[in-house]
């Protein structure tokens, strides 16, 4: 099965963990403490949006493509295609690295 | 009793798990420390949606036969013809694979 | 006092347990560790339905007669005319049994 | 000070506990843990209603002088007139008895 | 500093707690466990009423001069006038003795 | 850095404590186990007011110079101009002294 | 990667931490306990603002360059260009330093 036939519900977004880069000088750092859990990744595909209890939609900031910053311990962790993904609500991301 | 008959209520949903395609190159695969608990499974019969609190219904995002990603722990586990289901609820539904 | 005299308020539901059909066949059993609290009943009795903080009423969804799936641990319980009955709230049905 | 001098405020009642019919067949009997504190009850007399944040009033279900079923260890004990009654939210009212 | 100088906001209002009737046939009785925190009082000040969060007044149900009976444990114990007396939440009042 | 650049956000207020005036006869008098915090102050600056998930502001009800009691253990203590302030909710503050 | 990149999402605020200005005069003096975490920053961009259930977005009062005070243990902390910032909700913004 392939990444793209994963289609996240609602206000959820699937990503993929980037490898932290630990020794760029001038990049993002991951923090000591959260080696063991990702907190930079690419985003895979989206859902449509948050639903409203009156069942208006609204569209998510994030889109397919852009890197992102989400809180560790977010999310569950789903493998897809071989590579350990992450499916987490809009609301745990943090920041889009433009 | 026969798996059509279960009609879950409001924004529920009766759910067949699937067996975890373990060892399948490319496709999902629960890891490890889920393997009690299925995560991926088919949609047997879905409610008739979400009712705010002036009565105002959401159809659900999801549609019978649907297959499904959903949290591990999410809801009430429940045998149906000789077959352990789950009812959850829609916002337990991670992702649809299409 | 009689099972029809006790009515109940808003959205809740009069249920009276049914047996666990434990060895029938392609019928719902009850998993193991749920014996000792019943899941499936039949509905005795339903409020008038739930009250939004306007005023305004919905009815349930859940009728007299139905057959239902609820969770475990849910609602209090109440002897009614020697039976020991529960009364919860239409969101712990988890399902209608058709 | 008399029993109808307690004006409770909007959603609350004034229940004056009833014996519980311990030995009456077919009569309502409160499960043997429950003894220590009574499940059936008069209505004494109730507020005006439950107020919303805009100001409006949803007068309540329950009436003076209905016969109702609540929670156990909800609401607030007062003694009145020599009685201890108790004083709950019209929501910890299960059903009323007809 | 005296009693009417202190104005409580929103829907918070000052108690002056009134001694316990303990021995008062037919009056109220404060049960034997609530003895060291009043639940009776006189109502000194009212605030303004509950402010939605659109800026909209509801004016409190509870006068100046009213007495009222008020759950043990609530409130923020204030010393005015040599007094200890209690401020409270309008939600915190029981009910009010005619 | 002066007092008067301290611009809390929506419906902050930043309070200087007040001593407490432990000794005059009809003042209010902090209860002994509050003394290691104070709860009464003067108000040196408001924010512009609650703001509604519509954006709607409402204005505060507490003004600049006034005379306040709040909460023990409300709010996040900061130094300003060599004072110890305190920045807290207008909730937190349970009413205004005239 | 540069901190101008980093886009935070909705209400959500990037701030870099400023040194406590532990001996000036007058100035502001983060209280002993909380050395180790800063309480004032620079903030460094912003998110659109508040979005409600309804899709509205309800632009921040903050903006890019204000120095800020922000309750200790708020946010998430993320390496920016060798800079350890924080991430941090509006709500957590206490003030605003004019």
Same mark, same amino acid.
């Given at each position: 099965?392939? @990444?793209?036939?994963?289609?996240? =519900?609602? !206000?959820?977004?699937?990503? %993929?963990? #980037? +490898?932290? +880069?630990? @020794?760029?000088?001038?990049?993002?750092?991951?923090?000591?403490?959260?080696?063991?859990?990702?907190? $930079? *990744?690419?985003?895979?595909?989206?859902? $449509?949006?948050?639903?409203?209890?009156?069942? $208006?939609?609204?569209? #998510? %900031?994030?889109?397919?493509? !852009?890197?992102? #910053?989400?809180?560790?311990?977010?999310?569950? +962790?789903? $493998?897809? *295609?071989?590579?350990?993904? =992450?499916?987490? @609500?809009? !609301?745990?991301?943090?920041?889009?690295?433009?």
């Amino acid at each position: 099965m392939e @990444k793209s036939k994963v289609q996240p =519900l609602a !206000d959820r977004i699937l990503i %993929e963990p #980037l +490898e932290a +880069e630990e @020794k760029t000088a001038g990049g993002i750092v991951i923090p000591d403490t959260a080696k063991e859990k990702q907190q $930079k *990744g690419k985003v895979i595909s989206v859902g $449509k949006g948050r639903v409203n209890d009156e069942g $208006k939609v609204t569209p #998510l %900031e994030v889109k397919v493509g !852009d890197h992102v #910053l989400f809180g560790r311990y977010s999310g569950t +962790e789903v $493998k897809v *295609g071989g590579t350990e993904c =992450l499916i987490v @609500k809009e !609301d745990d991301i943090l920041a889009i690295i433009k």
